[in-house]
T-cell receptor, first 112, second 116 residues
Framework: QKEVEQDPGPLSVPEGAIVSLNCTYS??????FMWYRQYSRKGPELLMY????GNKEDGRFTAQVDKSSKYISLFIRDSQPSDSATYLC????????????FGKGTLLTVNP | DAGVIQSPRHEVTEMGQEVTLRCKPI?????LFWYRQTMMRGLELLIY????????DSGMPEDRFSAKMPNASFSTLKIQPSEPRDSAVYFC??????????????FGPGTRLTVL
């Protein structure tokens, strides 16, 4: 079993839809959870960061972490064509928290 | 700030040739990371430097790969000899502090390497 599993999609939604992106993981030592956005032919950029369990909201984006289920989610409300990108989850453990383990990414297309 | 700068942006080479990828981190950042991204394996950490010192090179695939950071503003990743399976996008990233998870890693645009 891979440490981090992420559905690669592709996911295609109409503009204005609510998008749900998810990752599961197997390493119970993971404490730090991140979502990166990667536009085509660009490097990833940090979108959201969460420590341990709970929710975090930033504008149209909400990150959720459920450590008991080893499951994290990113919700995008009122999705826009500019949200079209690959979304990568990433996580790390205490003590080696520079070492990010990434999911393979989900390709999202928001159609106008 | 110009962000993390990588060169070249694209490299096509033949099997057996030496390849050198270059990275200039964001000025003032103390940590530098080299990653490799492929469809099969996703984004993987190859090596992590802090204050120009290699801290973790456990992700370097084999002895054909080497990385250096001679000063705070420059790093290289070298593959010698290159093989077709090295074809990937190589990213350099830098962060301000000690590389902890609370430090945002800023990625460069990547070098797309094709080994024929």
């Amino acid at each position: 079993q891979k440490e981090v599993e992420q559905d690669p999609g592709p996911l295609s939604v109409p503009e204005g839809a609510i998008v749900s992106l998810n990752c599961t993981y197997s390493n119970s030592a993971f404490q730090y959870f991140m979502w990166y956005r990667q536009y085509s032919r660009k490097g990833p950029e940090l979108l959201m960061y969460t420590y341990s369990s709970g929710n975090k909201e930033d504008g149209r984006f909400t990150a959720q972490v459920d450590k008991s289920s080893k499951y994290i989610s990113l919700f995008i409300r009122d999705s826009q064509p500019s949200d079209s990108a690959t979304y990568l989850c990433a996580m790390s453990a205490q003590g080696s928290n520079y070492k990010l383990t990434f999911g393979k990414g989900t390709l999202l297309t928001v159609n106008p | 700030d110009a962000g993390v700068i990588q060169s070249p942006r694209h490299e096509v080479t033949e099997m057996g040739q030496e390849v050198t990828l270059r990275c200039k981190p964001i000025s003032g950042h103390n940590s530098l990371f080299w990653y490799r991204q492929t469809m099969m394996r996703g984004l993987e950490l190859l090596i992590y430097f802090n204050n120009n010192v290699p801290i973790d090179d456990s992700g370097m695939p084999e002895d054909r790969f080497s990385a250096k950071m001679p000063n705070a503003s420059f790093s290289t990743l070298k593959i010698q000899p290159s093989e077709p399976r090295d074809s990937a996008v190589y990213f350099c990233a830098s962060s301000l502090g000690s590389g902890s998870s609370t430090d945002t890693q800023y990625f460069g645009p990547g070098t797309r390497l094709t080994v024929l």
